[in-house]
């Protein structure tokens, strides 16, 4: 098929803008292409960071947004993927849009706090997403830190948090191991699971030596990517697990700060080989 009549699976992401490339929407947009999807995008807010941290966070109004989001209607959205919220009007945008697209596999990955510490939930927001925006969710990537915060603070272990999410309309939870590993855990091993209401899955990865910026978006923006593409949820958590940490183990350090994903590892192989 000619390359100007073919069909790519299109994402919607809607996320924060990452000036480093290691998070955000950049991260997004190279994951969907190297996954084999096509990203269109709208901010929910512009950063400043750099791979030690975020130092602040400007949030988009909700009304760009959602005139960002109309002008796009000649693609054929095959999956969402959220990221950072950064306010209550962006994320009033974010629902008002996702709405316009019913059925339509929507993948949240809960930014809540930065890979150098900063916290960027407020408990308010907090609060809102698990009324208005998880009931929406088909799939939500949260850590083990996200979790806890998401769920219910009574509740004391993963699997209690997850079922208490999955109650609030989620459709299913895969909870990351990589910021805090389980007592039960090798300190070598990272451990992933899957929650859905009917049952469970665990996958165990060689655990990186380094530390990440944007491992979390890589995840879920590969697991929409996939599901854009027609893959069953199971599939499409294998699947973007195993390019997640391709692109870790492939990922560089451009100073003295966390490490980046590099998306393209394979592609970048060829050419050099090809030299």
Known sequence: MPPSTQQLPVVLVLAGHDPSGGAGLIADSETIAASGGWAVTVPTALTAQNTRDVERVFPCRGEDMRAMALALDEFPVAAIKIGLIASLDSLDAVVDIVRRYPGVPLVLDPVLKSGGGTELYTTELIDACRERLLPLVDILTPNRYELAHLADETLDNDTDRAISLLSLGCQAVLVTGTDDPLP???????????????????WHWPRLPDHYHGSGCTLASSLAARLACGESLIRACEQAQSFTWQALRHGWSPGDGQWLPRRFWNETIRSFSSE
Do not use: A, C, I, Y
Not at 184 to 202: A, F, W
């Open 184 to 202: 039960v855990t090798s300190t070598e091993t990272v451990m992933h699971t899957l929650h859905t209401p009917d049952n469970g899955r665990q």
